[in-house]
């Protein structure tokens, strides 16, 4: 017991920061805009300490059941983490009808041209060429243009009198895909997710494996169970930390996604460098699709239920992201190898997501 606790000591600092800033909040948001602003810095630094250590555990469980379903509860649990932020911050006062929308795009954004052109990039800087299953790659793309097609594209054209027929359809819609995408995914076709690569010389070392699941899978419930809260206390400073500035609204939703995605961003960077690519798409695009999958659904019955409705719809300048983003993907995933300058064409277009946030676009 000694030695587990020993371990999760990061995990026991982010926990304690977790607790400070529950007790500290409202001091905090009186002090003014840079008090908010500088707790608010300080709980996702807690944040990316708890993040390190689900990580960690995610990374033993996918060691231990393989692939997808390792890397399919690392992309349930970031999922969860947002839905439980998206829906608290939604209930606020004062909050941006378009916060779901703009923090959906911002993730499916973070995912693909982030995560997996940073990823893409390191790793082929490193090795060359790195490959996966082309089947995994192709799966998750149509699924990811179909869900945000759906839910993302075609609300521009319902009318406002309307909405609540075609929210509930996408409620239906998405749980559909999910449902049959899920059993296929762990079913008979989960091969498609799972890659076979050469054992290296001399073996490869796992020592973390030496854990039991229950506990890694006990830790990694914690660790998301720390960071929602520490997302909770920093999403009310830094909103309360933002306000009268003229910072882009679109900048909280990008928090959110970070937030969420943390133990994601981690977990890929070290399969990348490891050579195992295959981890990383199912990392990066299971993330995308779970995010729009999931997250819409969910929170498109908390609009049902409260007779607001909040815009889904994207802006022109989103839609032409997400349109090259999927295109880009399309052609850079479909050989089942990927490397260097196909991580820089992904990463360059993240660049160009922060540049029009930044613009207000």
């Known amino acids: 017991m000694l030695i587990l606790l020993k371990s999760e000591m990061l995990l026991g600092v982010a926990l304690v920061f977790a607790a400070a800033g529950f007790l500290l909040e409202h001091a905090l948001l009186q002090a003014g805009q840079m008090a908010a602003l500088a707790g608010a810095a300080v709980l996702v630094f807690a944040i990316v300490l708890a993040s390190l250590r689900v990580a960690h555990h995610a990374e033993v469980l996918a060691a231990k059941v393989g692939d997808p379903y390792g890397t399919m509860i690392l992309t349930l649990s970031a999922v969860l983490v947002e839905v ?17 929308r703009d923090t959906i795009y911002s993730a499916v954004m973070l995912d693909i041209n982030g995560i997996l052109g940073l990823a893409a990039l390191l790793g082929g800087l490193k090795h060359g060429e790195q490959s996966y299953n082309d089947d995994s790659s192709r799966t998750y793309s149509a699924m990811i243009l179909t869900a945000m097609g759906i839910s ?12 609540h027929f075609y929210s509930g359809f996408t409620v239906v819609a998405m749980v559909t895909l999910y449902a049959v995408f899920l059993k ?16 290296r010389e001399g073996g490869e070392k796992h020592p973390p494996e030496n854990e039991p699941v229950s506990v890694s899978i006990t830790i990694l419930i ?5 960071i929602g809260a520490l997302a909770e206390i920093m999403s009310g400073l830094l909103t309360a930390g933002l306000k009268g500035t003229g910072a882009p609204p679109v900048l909280a939703a990008i928090v959110v996604a970070a937030i969420s995605a943390s133990p994601e961003i981690m977990t890929a960077m070290r399969a990348a460098l490891a050579n195992r690519m295959q981890a990383v798409v199912n990392i ?4 995308s699709l779970s995010t729009v999958i999931l997250t819409v659904p969910v929170m498109e019955v908390i ?13 022109p300048v989103q839609t032409v992201m997400v349109t090259i983003t999927l295109i880009v993907a399309a052609i850079n995933l479909n050989d089942g190898e990927t490397n260097a300058i196909e991580g820089m064409t992904h990463f ?5 997501f922060v540049m029009l946030s930044f613009l207000g676009l």
């Open 84 to 100: 439980i932020i998206l829906a608290i911050m939604m209930s606020g006062e004062e909050i941006s009808p378009t916060l779901v």
């Open 184 to 199: 296929m995914q762990v079913g008979v076709h989960s091969y498609f997710f799972s890659y076979s690569y050469p054992k």
């Open 152 to 163: 993302m594209i075609v609300p521009e054209f319902v009318p406002q009198a309307k909405w």
């Open 303 to 315: 609009a049902l239920y409260t007779g607001q409705p909040f815009i889904m719809a994207m802006t």
């Open 284 to 287: 990066a695009l299971g993330a």
């Open 348 to 352: 360059v277009l993240f660049a160009t």
């Open 222 to 226: 914690i660790g998301i169970i720390i």
